[in-house]
């Protein structure tokens, strides 16, 4: 939205939290003859309520506060590789970092966080590295930190980020803990919208979306249609592999009768056999899932390398390893129910009468 829109719902203050915010870009000067100026692309300019609203985990000091905001206080929060870079170490608040040519002093130090996709802005990288530098909004206008992101403007002006301007570029996110809360606020929007239209600044009629985040990811496709497809194609590919193995399980059970049923004859109940021949089924499912396993890493080797943005993030972690091999054996142990209930079926007497 506009940056004034923006700052009135902020000073509003209708949500349980609310935050405006933009991605920006500045030179970083280390001051350290060893490591020359560098540039970062990866600056988030926000207000306090950034931090405890997405749950950035922080390894030292805290975010700013709304005071630092109205005040636009000369503050930063950076990321732990931005503070092992610069300083080699996480040790670092109160220390200075000097930003473009202002010098900011370091309050807090994020641990590793990097969501997947980046959710809170997709004008950046929807599947982007995570943001390394955090300053007040109000700060980083008074010192002009580059903008990121897109910038929408529907008539001519001379600065595209002034108040007032007719360009859109801030995010605005509230949280809203309830769906009183939601449905409260969404009247509160359109109450604005009729207040602005009246006032001569919005032309049409009210036209306000509250979309929930996962809503707001659909609208926005962040999860590319091929990936669906991929994954319907490859439950189509498990359900056909479950119904061959059901199949292929029933033939071999039944090739079998007359080893059952001498088994049978011998003392064995229909219990122990069906477990048995359930336990066959699962450790089929096992070499299976070990296989399995091999192609899965030649398949995300080849999405790794293919041209797409989230293509690095084809990896193999040990949660999957653990739910692929899980997934094997349940399929297989399910595949093998039917195949074992007819297997242990065998009357033996008709068996050694036939033999």
């Not at 995010?171 to 449905?183: D, H, I, P, S, Y």
Request: with cysteine.
């Amino acid at each position: 939205m506009t940056l004034l829109d923006a700052q009135n719902l902020l000073r509003a203050k209708k949500a349980d939290r609310q935050v405006m915010m933009t991605g920006g870009n500045a030179g970083i000067d280390a001051q350290r003859p060893d490591l020359p100026p560098f540039f970062l692309d990866s600056i988030r300019q926000t207000t306090a309520d950034f931090f405890p609203m997405f749950d950035v985990p922080f390894i030292a000091g805290t975010g700013w506060t709304a005071a630092d905001d109205d005040n636009a206080a000369r503050v930063v929060v950076i990321s732990k590789a931005l503070a092992e870079k610069v300083y080699g170490s996480t040790n670092v608040i109160g220390k200075t970092l000097r930003v473009e040519k202002d010098d900011l002093r370091v309050i807090g130090v994020i641990d590793n966080w990097r969501p997947v996709p980046h959710f809170y802005d997709l004008n950046t990288d929807t599947y982007g590295k995570g943001d390394e530098l955090f300053l007040p909004f109000s700060t980083s206008q008074q010192i002009n930190i580059g903008h990121s992101g897109n910038t929408n403007c529907w008539d001519d002006t001379t600065d595209s980020y002034a108040v007032g301007a007719p360009c859109e570029w801030v995010q605005f996110w509230v949280e809203l803990g309830t769906a009183q809360k939601a449905a409260a606020y969404k009247d509160f929007l359109v109450a604005y919208s009729q207040e602005q239209k009246r006032a001569g600044k919005f032309e049409r009629d009210p036209n306000v979306r509250l979309p929930g985040l996962m809503d707001w990811l659909r609208y926005n496709q962040v999860v590319p249609d091929d990936a669906r497809l991929q994954t319907w194609i490859a439950l189509g590919f498990l359900l056909v592999c479950l119904v061959n193995t059901v199949a292929l399980l029933l033939t071999k059970f039944l090739r079998r009768s007359i080893d059952i049923g001498v088994r049978r004859a011998l003392g064995a109940s229909k219990i122990s056999i069906f477990v048995q021949l359930l336990v066959e089924a699962g450790v089929v499912g096992f070499i299976g899932g070990v296989l399995g396993l091999g192609l899965a890493w030649l398949g995300l080797w080849a999405v790794r390398h293919q041209p797409a943005t989230y293509a690095d993030l084809a990896h193999l972690d040990v949660p999957m390893l653990l739910s692929t091999f899980a997934l094997a054996v349940i399929a297989s142990l399910l595949a093998g129910v039917l195949p074992a209930w007819r297997g242990c079926q065998v009357t033996p007497a008709s068996q050694l009468r036939s033999q």
